[in-house]
DNA sequence: CCTACCGATCGGTAGG
DNA sequence: CCTACCGATCGGTAGG
């Protein structure tokens, strides 16, 4: 294992001076421990691995977060609610509820499997059960609304006969192709996310 | 912590006397470890946690195996085999695809949910990652041999008319749809595996 | 397979 | 946010 460098003492004031250049510091912290946690998981992933990534000593991220858990309870709140705010926006549109559909196909995928969303999203499909039972219940109940948003596009589809069954069930296989996505996305592979929604809307759904 | 409580020494050979005793207990720790790689996650499991789970001292692990990656690979492999001799029997079977089809997805979730298989095909679904490069490969060229089984009938489906696409995309969302009820499926639910592949089938083939 | 043990590493804290 | 540190725990081994 290489050294990491150490940094050279700086004579600045060690304290935030205003809540912009604390909310920097900890949204970085957060930031590299969901790219730490989908990469290597939780329990793989040390607080001295989080602060290396953004140059602090081992102590440090305990300044902003009381401990590893709550680092990955931020990380996993702000990956549902990410995804909740991507797929509401084509869930609220005036769309046809097929064309509705398979937008908010493509914004949740987009989510999975963008730069941007791909670490909070994974930490949150796969690293939630190593938060406590309390913000367990809190992942469940926004997964929950999350899945409402679903379960109405579902309905309307029947409305349309271009679903024949708009169980919970349907909702649960629907999640899954989606979810499971992000196992065997190459982002150097050919298919774009939009171009996976179109074709799992047209699986799912008859003419 | 309770302490666990000492075994008291008995005055018999230490050393495995036929292979069946080797075999029993070798297997007693890669059930063991399925378990619990399945509730805790590979890196959250110590071999501590393995041997009180059979009731070893916290050395002896090491007699069985070379190394913690050792007992994964062990468990996943199992995994993989398991699933893939499940299934290999309906696929072989002379019925019609669509019936062949459910027969397929029912055997795949009867391993995914069922009590014999269920820890072995959580562990190989979500903590291959922590395999050695090695040993990852040797796991997707059995999981791609498991997938040609699906392609196969995939095709035939297609050939039926029962399916527009038999491309690899559809199978990988039937994959995650399947795959994904490890997430949700409760024992003490109402649906079993047998009626989770009926819908399954049905949501996926036109008549 | 147990006893006894090792060096490394871990999450977290006190004090500045 | 760093320095310096702690007690606990970890994977693994030697020797029987």
């Given at each position: 294992m290489a050294r990491v460098v150490k940094k050279a003492p700086v004579?600045?004031?060690?304290?935030?001076?205003f809540q912009g250049e604390e909310t920097n510091r900890r949204s970085e912290l957060v930031r590299a421990a969901g790219r730490l946690f989908r990469e290597k998981g939780y329990s793989a992933t040390t607080i001295r691995d989080i602060a290396d990534a953004v140059n602090m000593?081992?102590?440090?991220p305990f300044y902003h977060f009381k401990s590893k858990q709550d680092i990955l309870r931020t990380v996993a709140l702000d990956g549902i609610a990410t995804i909740h705010a991507a797929v509401a926006k084509p869930a609220a549109s005036n769309k046809a509820p097929r064309a509705r559909f398979e937008a908010m196909l493509t914004a949740h995928l987009n989510v999975l499997l963008g730069d941007e969303g791909r670490d909070i999203a994974a930490t949150l499909l796969h690293e939630s059960r190593h938060l406590d039972a309390e913000a367990q219940d809190e992942v469940i109940r926004l997964k929950d609304a999350y899945e409402g948003l679903w379960q109405a596009v579902l309905k309307e589809l029947k409305t349309d006969g271009a679903l024949t069954d708009d169980s919970a069930l349907t909702r649960l296989f629907l999640m899954g192709a989606m979810n499971w996505t992000t196992q065997w996305y190459r982002h150097d592979g050919g298919r774009s996310p939009r171009q996976i929604a179109r074709q799992l809307a047209k699986l799912l759904l008859r003419d």
């Open positions: 004579s600045v004031s060690p304290e935030p001076t000593r081992s102590g440090s």
